[in-house]
Each structure stands twice: as structure tokens, then as C-alpha cells.
């Protein structure tokens, strides 16, 4: 499975309100898939005006399942044979093949690495496992400053070699190690959105542990309603609403600091680590939603500012997203204020 970076949504982040305000009219017909992948739950619901037949919806909750699970054997880090643990493996002088599902992954993370200058960066693994968020859960103490200094020695987008043409992969140095986690999540929703679509579907929500993507309308004439949650300061999530989302054809992510943490000598660890200091981050960024054209793009976006925070997120908005909006909620003291794009208001409803 991925590595849960990111809890389940219903449990960060987004609440979702499957059945959500109003019923479906007699016309139409909304059904509701689930299932697990990734190490965390999918859920998907879909309008039909003719209904489904339940050999049809099975057949549909099949191949959902079929799409997220490939996009996880392509890029775990737990499961042994797929292109991210192949590569982990991997010396200096080999050169490995990978699906190109993979590629479309790996060149995001190598462009928002290079965006980020390193804020973001894909090849974070030893860090991740070093503090204990990773594979190797079971190291419980922090890392000293030696170690993170040696570890990021092996850290950084440069060290990559990626032939797009060839759909191959190589390594500089030997103990570079990659992690989708940012952002494959997200990457499956759009996969499994794009098979709905092929089937002609036009109006579903599909959700993949937190990060989603929605198309059409839920009702005629009623978009999809996405809570996002009000952060806590408690590991469970506190079903409080912060703004709510109407949406169409838009993907959601969101990315915080509030629900995964270890505690280490009576302090805060954060998940979330900045690959050039190789800590975990340290700013007052509790959680931030992003609205993107696809959910990869979203989810790793989503990271990506929760490091830099919002000053230096919103110059890479505007410099290189300008059709991407944000929503940062800060912690002031001890309660929590919003500090959003410009575009993100309208889109947006109060509880």
C-alpha cells in the first residue's frame, strides 16, 4: 500500500456528505461504491438519470477498484515489485523501466520539486523513515542532527534521472529513494474519474483517503457540497465545519499537520517534513485545501504550501498555478484563522 501520509478522509480534512441536501429527483439515481486500496478507503457516488443495473454497479465498483489498486502496485513503498520499491532497491548503475502511469508521478514531483527549489521533493523517503512516518514504523526515537545531515546527502530531485522518451529511470547516487505518498493518492482519483467518464458517466464524486474530484452536478442544477474540516489540536477529527464547498467539475485536496504527528520528548512531531531542513515543518500552517483542474496536481500542491506557508505558496500559485486556488488555515495562539487566493471566496459557502 501507499504510505498514509494523509489520514482517511472521513477522518481529515474533507467531510463529505454523501447523501449531501436534497434527494435525487424520480429521474435520477445516485449510487454509492466503496472500497479499500492505498492502505485507506475510496468511495465514489454517481448520478444516473436511467439507473444502473446491479450487475452494471458491480462491474463499475470492480473496475474502480481495478484502477486504484494498479496505481498502487505501480508506485508503493511497501509492496515489494512496484516501480517505487524497485527503484528504492536499486544501485547507482541501474536502469529501470516503469509504467507510464509512474512517469506522469514521477515528472510532477520533479517539476514541483524544482518549482519548490526542494520545499517539495519526491526522493524525502530516508527522511520520512528516519523520523518514523514511513515503511520502517518501528523506529521510535528522532533522528540526530549528524544522521539528518548525512541522510540528506542522499535527498534531491537532481539525483534523479528520468527519460521521459524511454519511459526509464535511473539514480545518481546510490540510497535515493522515492515517495508518491504526496500525491498518488490523488493521482488514482483521477483515474478512476477518467474510467467513469469513458463510460459515459457525467455527474460522480470519487474520493481516495481525503483528496477528491468531482464532475457534473449531484442534483440538476445543484453542485457538490464538500465540507472542509476545522482543525483540531485532538488526533480525532472534530466534524466541525470550516467552509463548504460547492463544486463542479473541480478536484479537492487537503494536506495538515493536525492529525498525524508522533509525540517525541513531549513534542509536536509533525508528518509533514521539509526536505531542505530535513525537520519536520515548524510554521503556524494547520491544514490547506487546494482546488485544482486534477486531484494529483491538488494532493501534491496541497504538501507543497503547507511547507512554504502561505506567503511563499501564493508566489507559486501565481507564478505557476494561476488557475489553482488555496485556502491556508493558520494557527494564531490557540485558535485557528484562514488566509485564502482571491478566487477561492466565490466558490465557497459559509456553514
Known amino acids: 500500500m501507499i504510505s498514509a501520509g494523509k489520514q482517511a478522509v472521513l477522518a481529515f480534512g474533507l467531510i463529505l456528505a454523501f447523501s449531501g441536501c436534497g434527494e435525487p429527483s424520480p429521474q435520477a439515481t445516485l ?5 479499500e486500496t492505498m492502505g485507506t478507503t475510496w468511495h465514489a457516488t454517481i448520478r444516473t438519470e436511467e439507473g444502473m443495473p ?4 458491480e462491474n463499475v465498483q470492480k473496475m474502480i477498484q481495478i484502477q486504484l489498486d494498479q496505481v498502487d502496485q505501480a508506485m508503493s513503498t511497501y509492496k515489494v515489485d512496484s516501480d517505487v520499491s524497485r527503484f528504492n532497491r536499486a544501485s547507482s548503475s541501474e536502469v529501470l523501466s516503469i509504467r507510464p502511469s509512474t512517469g506522469v508521478n514521477l515528472e510532477l514531483g520533479l517539476q514541483l520539486a524544482q518549482q519548490t527549489k526542494g520545499a517539495f521533493d519526491p526522493t524525502v523517503l530516508p527522511l520520512v523513515n528516519a523520523w518514523g512516518f514511513g515503511p ?15 541522510i540528506k546527502k542522499r535527498v534531491g530531485w537532481q539525483h534523479v534521472l528520468w527519460d521521459k522518451k524511454d519511459q526509464t529511470i535511473r539514480k545518481k547516487l546510490a540510497g535515493v529513494q522515492l515517495d508518491f505518498s504526496a500525491f498518488a493518492k490523488g493521482y488514482g482519483v483521477d483515474a478512476a474519474s477518467e474510467f467513469l467518464s469513458t463510460l459515459g458517466l457525467k455527474d460522480f464524486l470519487v474520493e481516495v483517503g481525503g483528496e477528491l474530484r468531482v464532475r457534473g452536478e449531484k442534483l440538476p442544477g445543484q453542485p457538490w457540497s464538500i465540507g472542509i474540516e476545522k482543525p483540531t ?49 515548524i510554521n503556524n500552517v494547520a491544514s490547506v485545501t487546494v482546488l485544482a483542474d486534477d486531484c494529483m496536481t491538488a494532493d501534491a500542491l496541497a504538501t507543497a504550501l503547507t511547507v512554504l506557508g502561505p506567503k511563499e505558496g501564493m508566489l507559486l500559485l501565481q507564478e505557476h498555478y494561476p488557475h489553482t486556488e488555496a485556502l491556508f488555515i493558520l494557527r494564531q495562539g490557540n485558535r485557528f484563522t484562514a488566509v485564502q487566493t482571491e478566487k477561492f471566496s466565490p466558490t465557497t459557502v459559509g456553514p
Open 54 to 57: 446491479d450487475s452494471q454497479r
Open 31 to 35: 449510487w454509492h461504491l466503496s472500497g
Open 233 to 281: 489540536e485532538q488526533s480525532m477529527p472534530s466534524k466541525m465545519i470550516q467552509e463548504v464547498l460547492l463544486l463542479t467539475d473541480r478536484a479537492v485536496a487537503t494536506s495538515g499537520d493536525y492529525r498525524n504527528f508522533r509525540m517525541i520528548d513531549g513534542k509536536r512531531i509533525s508528518h509533514i517534513l521539509d526536505p531542505r531542513t530535513g525537520l519536520p515543518i
Open 136 to 150: 520502517e514504523k518501528h523506529r521510535l526515537a528522532p533522528p540526530s542532527i549528524e544522521e539528518i545531515q548525512s
